[in-house]
T-cell receptor
């Protein structure tokens, strides 16, 4: 596609429920990244995928968070047993091979845990 | 480990005046440095980058940034601010050959007419 697509754009969930956030990167971009932006805060790195290499999961805040990337394209970020502090905008970005090419960001998924 | 500091939460400038948004970084090896901008109700957009070469890099919308290795800084500048420049600006750094990019906390720029 022309840009990075994220779905849903908004998600309201009850505390304790699981949620899945989807990211469809730009075709041909081998690197995919997930970041979290809390209200009034900067971007918190969560995870990145590069080609067939093992993902860098060093930013995932707890074992309730996981992500996968299937077929080197679409990625899903899963949050289990959601907590109110998980409320944030989750941003996905992709790039051609790596950071030096700059990132193209999606519009994000705004997650609200009530 | 990489880190980025944006010491100012907010910068206020009058339209037509020059603006500077500050950024300092810490990274092992040679850094890749970036500026991104987030306009209200819009996604993050790439503004400019420094990889190697000339220390002064030019980007979109008349912005430029100067890489200063000795001061480990990468300040964003524009000679004449516009009201439409009002937005949230993020500085970011990744290490050479790395894929992990760390973003600063952001600086909100207000340009007053």
């Amino acid at each position: 596609g022309a840009g990075v697509s994220q779905s849903p754009s908004n998600k309201v969930t009850e505390k304790g429920k699981d949620v899945e956030l989807r990211c469809d990167p730009i075709s041909g971009h081998t690197a995919l990244y997930w970041y979290r932006q809390s209200l009034g805060q900067g971007l918190e790195f969560l995870i990145y995928f590069q080609g067939n290499s093992a993902p860098d999961k060093s930013g995932l805040p707890s074992d309730r968070f996981s992500a996968e990337r299937t077929g080197g394209s679409v990625s899903t970020l899963t949050i289990q047993r959601t907590q109110q502090e998980d409320s944030a905008v989750y941003l996905c970005a992709s790039s051609f091979q790596g950071a030096s090419y700059g990132y193209t960001f999606g519009s994000g998924t705004r997650l609200t845990v009530v | 480990a990489q880190s980025v500091a944006q010491p100012e939460d907010q910068v206020n400038v009058a339209e037509g005046n020059p603006l500077t948004v500050k950024c300092t970084y810490s990274v092992s090896g040679n850094p890749y440095l970036f500026w991104y901008v987030q306009y209200p109700n819009r996604g993050l957009q790439f503004l400019l980058k420094y990889i190697t070469g000339d220390n002064l890099v030019k980007g979109s919308y008349g912005f430029e940034a100067e890489f200063n290795k000795s001061q480990t800084s990468f300040h964003l500048k524009k000679p004449s601010a516009l009201v439409s420049d009002s937005a949230l600006y993020f500085c970011a750094v990744s290490n050479t050959g790395g894929f992990k990019t760390i973003f600063g906390a952001g600086t909100r720029l207000f340009v007053k007419a």
